[in-house]
């Protein structure tokens, strides 16, 4: 019997497999060098992930290019997401809803003050440095430094062993609703510029909508977990197949992150409200029969894939930016107004007789990381009237911020903290 002859896109396929393969071994060896070299030094490992990947991602300065496309492959892309997702899970796991309701009024304020400052204060750089922008231009800014990015706070967090701190908590609870926040401000500067690219205005009806969403995704979703992530896990302690805790656990997780996407909201907030209500007694029958726990199962495939996402995220720098001095000024003006209002936004901690190392909330809220990054490429993206609403100099000033915020927060939330306790761990 004859074999069948390979599908016509086979050695298509054969070869975009390749290049992911070898990608991923480059990926994941430089980023356990990095790490290694951190952790040496003192510093956290994810320090060293971003350092590889700004390493590998400017090779090409050095007369290297081979590895630029790297960072950029969609395969690669897609596991660094899954990464930072299994990122926010496991965060999730390590809290719980009793928890991070004690710090509800301080995670609220601290969140509302770390949008509301920094916007402010990119609103009034831009209109400084770019008079001609027009308002648009100079609320995006805004946005742009009013985001937060979670998966850098949580990972040093977790290298620390500090994610179960009151601060890690506040941080936490305060990045999650920054982050929907700034996503909300996000869609009305897009709705905005699209509006005015089209000759029109933006419908109060269209915002409000925005706003409800967001809010009734992120209350509905604990709300109905609480119960049906109960009710999930107790169902599959009667399968007797192997891996169904795991299971399980990954299908609420991705199942949550689809919501909030369908919702407009970045997935990673439906990751922290899975793990949020898959409370350790939900999977006790599990342990009683001598398996291990979700956060147990979780951790191996988290070690494969969030390094992936920090080393990416590193790839994505272009040290070349810091050779045009205008631009250079402009982002380190912007860097500092960036640190400011996340400084200002530790005003909004509650102490309740406890307490609170403010200066490290303060700096847990400093990271852009991806979510900077994200919202730079939006706006270069946009157009106003045949004009980007981001100009390629804006942009490339953003991106220096971005990566400023980024790598001091480490070594800086670390020297905040003090010494880890001796149960820390990493990812």
């Known amino acids: 019997m004859a074999l069948a002859a390979p599908a016509a896109g086979g050695a298509g396929a054969e070869s975009a497999l390749s290049s992911v393969l070898i990608g991923v071994a480059i990926i994941l060896a430089a980023g356990k060098a990095g790490a290694e070299l951190a952790v040496r030094l003192g510093q956290p490992a994810v320090l060293g992930e971003l350092a590889a990947g700004i390493v590998l991602g400017n090779l090409s300065l050095l007369g290297v290019p081979a590895l630029e496309r790297i960072g950029g492959d ?6 660094a997401q899954l990464g ?82 009151v ?3 506040i941080v936490l609870g305060a990045a999650v609703l920054d982050d929907i926040l700034g996503l ?29 969403k967001a809010g009734g995704f992120l209350v509905g979703g604990i709300v109905v977990g609480v119960v049906g992530a109960r009710r999930a896990i107790l169902a599959s302690a009667r399968l007797r197949s192997e891996g169904a805790l795991l299971a399980v656990g990954l299908a609420w997780c991705f199942l949550l992150a689809w919501l909030a996407h369908v919702v407009g909201l970045a997935p990673i907030v439906g990751a922290f409200a899975a793990g949020l209500v898959l409370e350790e007694g939900n999977y006790q029958e ?24 920090f080393v990416t995220t590193g790839m994505r720098i272009d040290l070349a930016d810091f050779t045009h001095p205008s631009t250079l000024v402009f982002a380190l003006v912007l860097t500092v107004v960036a640190i400011a209002g996340k400084q200002a936004a530790a005003l909004g901690v509650v102490a309740r007789g406890q307490p609170i190392n403010r200066v490290a909330v303060g700096i847990g809220m400093i990271p852009r990381g991806e979510v900077g990054l994200i919202f730079a490429n939006v706006g270069a993206a946009l157009t106003v009237h045949g004009r980007p609403l981001v100009a390629p100099a804006t942009f490339s000033a953003l991106v220096i911020m971005v990566m400023i915020t980024t790598v001091i927060t480490p070594p800086l939330l670390k020297k905040s903290l003090g010494r880890p306790p001796a149960s820390g761990g990493g990812a």
């Open 74 to 79: 969609a395969s690669i892309q897609m596991l």
């Open 84 to 165: 930072l997702i299994l990122l926010l899970f496991q965060v999730g796991l390590e809290a719980t809803v009793g928890e991070m309701l004690q710090v509800g009024a301080s995670a609220t304020l601290v969140a509302l003050l770390g949008v509301v400052a920094p916007f402010a204060l990119g609103w009034g750089v831009g209109a400084w440095f770019l008079p001609g922008g027009g308002t648009l231009a100079h609320a995006f800014l805004g946005a742009a430094l009013a985001a937060t990015s979670i998966g850098i706070t949580a990972r040093v967090l977790r290298d620390l062993g500090r994610s179960g701190s």
């Open 167 to 169: 601060e890690a908590r």
């Open 184 to 212: 909300v401000i996000l869609a009305v500067v897009v709705g905005a510029a699209q509006a005015a690219d089209d000759g029109g205005t933006l419908s109060l009806g269209r915002v409000a909508l925005t706003v409800v």
């Open 286 to 309: 599990f342990a009683r029969r001598g398996e291990r726990t979700l956060p147990e199962l979780v951790h191996p495939l988290a070690s494969f894939l969030v390094p992936i996402f």
